[in-house]
Each structure stands twice: as structure tokens, then as C-alpha cells.
């Protein structure tokens, strides 16, 4: 058999180290431009010498982002002492409530009574009470809550940068994300649980 020759050995060898170096190429620019599924465009910035120089660039990257504004609504409900006047409005509630009461039974005892003596005897009939009172927390005319319930509402607002990174020393870099909101915006807590992000970035070093 034929043995090939050198140069035919030396031809095939470098053929394959093209097509290597190539496929490397193609690797490193697919990693270094790569778009996630969510659009997403992920940027790799240069390696910098040291790890200051790489958080001075992250700290003025991060600046440069601006903020956004988060406010968070708070409800809190408590008891308070009725004042003197708010004791006496409930009060004389409660008299016009009874008074109301006593009158509409004395006006249907008229209407049943069949004789003069009857309708006599609807003057001596028993007081109702006001059970089923309108007045919240009022079930009879003696019962006038001593205490009111008063709720306030406190809305906190806290400003947050639009882009955040983590140190990952492991591999020497900073792990940066840009977040899709508008810089001064102002949003709910709710909505920034579902921020969605704008971008990816590296800073190596």
C-alpha cells in the first residue's frame, strides 16, 4: 500500500487547525454578543486590571442608570377613646332611636284597640327596647361603646437604582442587570416583584 506523503500529512493537519481556530472564533463572538430569550442583550465590557478599576466602572454605570421610585401602602387599624362629644351624639342617637320606637307602638296599639279602654291601656304598655339599632355597636339604649375605631393610611416611598450588580469573585467579575422601568418612574411594591429585565453585563477583571 501507498504511504501519503508528507506534505499530503502536513496539508490535512493544517486544514483541520483552520477549521478548529474557526469554530473557536464562532464560539467566543456567539458568547460575547449573545441575545437571551426575554430580548435581553447580554455586554461583556473590557478586563480591567484590578478589581477596583472594575467597581469604579460598575459604580458609574450603575449612576449613570438613574432611579425609580417604590411605594409601598400601608393600612393600620386601631382603637381610640370616644370624646366627650362623640359620646353625647351617640347618646342622644340612641334617645331619638327609642323615642321613634315607643311611637310607632303606641300608633299601632291605637289602631288595634277596639274600645276607649283599650286604647287607654296602650299608655301603659312596656317600653320596647332598640334591639337591631342603626348606631354601629349599639344593640340597646344603655350600650354606648366607649372606644371608636380609626384607620390611617401610610404610603412609604424608597428610591431604587435601575441597575444592580454582584460581585462574583469566584470568577473574578461583576454580574450586572438593567431593569425595564423608566429612570424617576414611580411604581408598587407588586409591580416591581414583576420588573422584567432590559440587559445583561459583565465587567471582568
Known amino acids: 500500500m501507498e504511504r501519503p506523503s508528507s ?58 442608570g438613574g432611579t425609580y421610585t417604590v411605594t409601598t401602602t400601608q393600612r393600620i387599624q386601631r382603637s381610640v377613646p370616644l370624646t366627650p362629644q362623640e359620646r353625647r351624639k351617640l347618646e342622644l342617637l340612641a334617645d331619638e332611636q327609642r323615642r321613634a320606637k315607643i311611637e310607632a307602638s303606641y300608633e299601632a296599639c291605637l289602631n288595634k284597640a277596639a274600645s276607649d279602654l283599650a286604647k287607654e291601656l296602650c299608655s301603659f304598655q312596656q317600653t320596647p327596647d332598640i334591639a337591631g339599632s342603626a348606631v354601629p355597636g349599639l344593640s340597646a339604649a344603655s350600650e354606648i361603646p366607649n372606644t371608636k375605631l380609626i384607620e390611617t393610611v401610610r404610603v412609604a416611598r424608597k428610591n431604587q437604582p435601575r441597575r444592580t450588580c454582584t460581585l462574583v469573585q469566584d470568577y473574578r467579575r461583576f454580574n450586572c442587570v438593567e431593569f425595564d422601568v423608566n429612570a424617576g418612574a414611580e411604581i408598587t411594591s407588586d409591580e416591581q416583584t414583576t420588573l422584567k429585565i432590559k440587559a445583561y453585563r459583565q465587567f471582568r477583571f
Open 7 to 64: 506534505l499530503a500529512v502536513f496539508a490535512t493537519v493544517a486544514a483541520s487547525g483552520v477549521v478548529g481556530l474557526l469554530i473557536y472564533a464562532g464560539l467566543f463572538y456567539a458568547n460575547l454578543r449573545r441575545v437571551n430569550t426575554s430580548g435581553a442583550a447580554d455586554v461583556v465590557s473590557p478586563v480591567f486590571d484590578t478589581q477596583q478599576q472594575a467597581q469604579r466602572e460598575v459604580d458609574q454605570w450603575i449612576h449613570n
